[in-house]
Nanobody
Framework: QLQAFGGGLVQPGGSLRLSCASS????????MGWFRQVPGKKRVWVSY??????NYAQSVKGRFTISRDNVKNMVYLQMNSLKPEDTAAYYC??????????????????WGQGTLVTVSS
């Protein structure tokens, strides 16, 4: 139902845009989110977007931008000024979390497969 793509290898300081395609209308969900996971560690929240607002983890604030296209049923994560510590598998998610759980993995019901981002020189 959700498919994430756009990952790859990029040098530090570079940019990538991740995309998440939904087979259904993203307007059916209260929020769309991006999470990332490093092998051996928990999946952590990166950003979410609702119809009216967006929010970011402190570690990516000012560098990443989330956006949505309600007609194409797509969600994007523009990642600039990438750092080696941004290396992870990135997952998109959809669901109806309440405000207090929008940055929590359990707030989302639907998940795409991960797309790997590697930041390295």
């Amino acid at each position: 139902q959700l498919q994430a793509f756009g990952g790859g290898l990029v040098q530090p300081g570079g940019s990538l845009r991740l995309s998440c395609a939904s087979s259904g209308s993203i307007l059916d969900y209260r929020a769309m989110g991006w999470f990332r996971q490093v092998p051996g560690k928990k999946r952590v929240w990166v950003s979410y977007i609702t119809r009216g607002l967006s929010n970011y983890a402190q570690s990516v604030k000012g560098r990443f931008t989330i956006s949505r296209d309600n007609v194409k049923n797509m969600v994007y994560l523009q990642m600039n000024s990438l750092k080696p510590e941004d290396t992870a598998a990135y997952y998109c998610a959809a669901g109806n979390p309440i405000m207090s759980t929008m940055d929590q993995e359990y707030g989302y019901r639907y998940w795409g497969q991960g797309t790997l981002v590697t930041v390295s020189s």
